[in-house]
């Protein structure tokens, strides 16, 4: 099992930025598909973007497409989305998740980082 925890969360105004981290451990990451989600209060988790690890493709939810980008140091077995041009509709809380490259479900989870975005 991957253990995944993520960092960098905070509270910045409309328009600013953020780089949330996330931090694999316990196996290396060739073989899964690693994503972020979110979730904001009264709302289902979002997908948000993935990468498939060992060979780079990454895909976007439309609403984040062009200003978020995920990018990965396969070294430090770390995954990042950078997030520009934030809209307070970006607040929730923000999960990495990993699951093998043929499992259809997410298994491993991290705990979670708040993204807060003030108009």
């Known amino acids: 099992q991957v253990q995944l925890v993520e960092s960098g969360g905070g509270l910045v105004q409309a328009g600013g930025s953020l780089r949330l981290s996330c931090a694999a451990s316990g196996r290396t990451l060739s073989s899964y598909v690693v994503g972020w989600f979110r979730q904001a209060p009264g709302k289902e988790r979002e997908l948000v973007g993935t990468?498939?690890?060992?060979?780079?493709?990454?895909s976007y939810a439309d609403s984040v497409k062009g200003r978020f980008t995920i990018s990965r140091d396969s070294a430090k077995n770390m995954m990042y989305l950078q997030m520009n041009s934030l809209k307070p509709e970006d607040t929730a809380v923000y999960y990495c998740?990993?699951?093998?490259?043929?499992?259809?479900?997410?298994?491993?989870w991290g705990q979670g980082t708040q993204v807060t975005v003030s108009s």
């Open positions: 998740a990993a699951r093998g490259g043929y499992d259809s479900n997410f298994g491993s």
């Open positions: 990468i498939r690890w060992s060979r780079g493709i990454i």
